[in-house]
C-alpha cells in the first residue's frame, strides 16, 4: 500500500528531553512538511522540505530540528528549547509539479509532556 | 496570523439537511482547498479550487470562489452522520518561493446527528 506513515501514534517526554517523532513515506513525493495542532486550532507549519538534503524553516520553527537525508524520510525532533511541546504533529507530503497541489497527510503523533 | 479564517466555528445539523461552511483569506491565492480531519487523525483532502475557476462539484461537496471578496465556502449535501468531522480551508499563494506551502485556518467542527 502507498501512503504515509508517523510514529509512534503517542509519545510522553519528560520536561528538558528530546524527541524524534518519525515520518515515513512511500509515495515518491518530493516535497514533506511537518504541523503541529493544538486543541481547536488549525495546522502550524513547522519545516518542510521540497528535495533531498533541503528544507526550510516554517512559521513555527524554534524548538525543533529535522533532516532530510532519504527522499522517503523527514524526522522532526522536538527539542528541549521548545517551551510548549505537547500538541498534535501532522506529517504531510505532496508531489512537485504545478498539477499536484494535495497534500497528503499521515495518522499523526500525539506528543504529551509530563 | 491566519490566512483562512472559517465560520461557524462549530456546526450542529441532522441527517439530510444541508451543511455550508465559509472560510476567508487575505492575500492572493493560487488556489484553495478544502480537507477534512476526523477527530484525532490526519487530515484528508476533499476538493481544490483554483483561483480562475468560480465553482467545482465532487459528488455532494460543491465549492464556490470568490476572489473579489477573498471568501470561499464549502456546501455539503444531504449530510449523513458519517460526515461529522473537522473541516479545514487552505491556502495556497501566488508566486514567490514559498511554492507549495499551504496556509490553513482553525476549522469548522461539524456534527450530524442522526
Known amino acids: 500500500d502507498g501512503g504515509i506513515t508517523q510514529s509512534p501514534k503517542y509519545l510522553f517526554r519528560k520536561e528538558g528531553q528530546n524527541v524524534t517523532l518519525s515520518c515515513e513515506q512511500n509515495l515518491n513525493h518530493d516535497a514533506m512538511y511537518w504541523y503541529r495542532q493544538d486543541p481547536g486550532q488549525g495546522l502550524r507549519l513547522i519545516y518542510y522540505?521540497?528535495?533531498?538534503?533541503?528544507?526550510q524553516k516554517g512559521d513555527i520553527a524554534e524548538g525543533y530540528s529535522v533532516s532530510r537525508e532519504k527522499k522517503e524520510s523527514f524526522p522532526l525532533t522536538v527539542t528541549s528549547a521548545q517551551k510548549n511541546p505537547t500538541a498534535f504533529y501532522l506529517c504531510a507530503c505532496r508531489a512537485r509539479g504545478e498539477t499536484y497541489n494535495e497534500q497528503f497527510f499521515g495518522p499523526g503523533t500525539r506528543l504529551t509532556v509530563l | 496570523s491566519q490566512q483562512g479564517e472559517e465560520d461557524p466555528q462549530a456546526l450542529s445539523i441532522q441527517e439530510g439537511e444541508n451543511a455550508t461552511m465559509n472560510c476567508s483569506y487575505k492575500t492572493s491565492i493560487n488556489n484553495l482547498q478544502w480537507y477534512r480531519q476526523n477527530s484525532g487523525r490526519g487530515l484528508v483532502h476533499l476538493i481544490l479550487i483554483r483561483s480562475n475557476e468560480r465553482e467545482k462539484h465532487s459528488g455532494r461537496l460543491r465549492v464556490t470562489l470568490d476572489t473579489s471578496k477573498k471568501s470561499s465556502s464549502l456546501l455539503i449535501t444531504a449530510s449523513r452522520a458519517a460526515d461529522t468531522a473537522s473541516y479545514f480551508c487552505a491556502t495556497a499563494p501566488r508566486g514567490g518561493t514559498s511554492y507549495g506551502k499551504l496556509t490553513f485556518g482553525q476549522g469548522t467542527i461539524l456534527t450530524v446527528h442522526p
Open positions: 522540505s521540497q528535495i533531498v538534503n533541503d528544507f
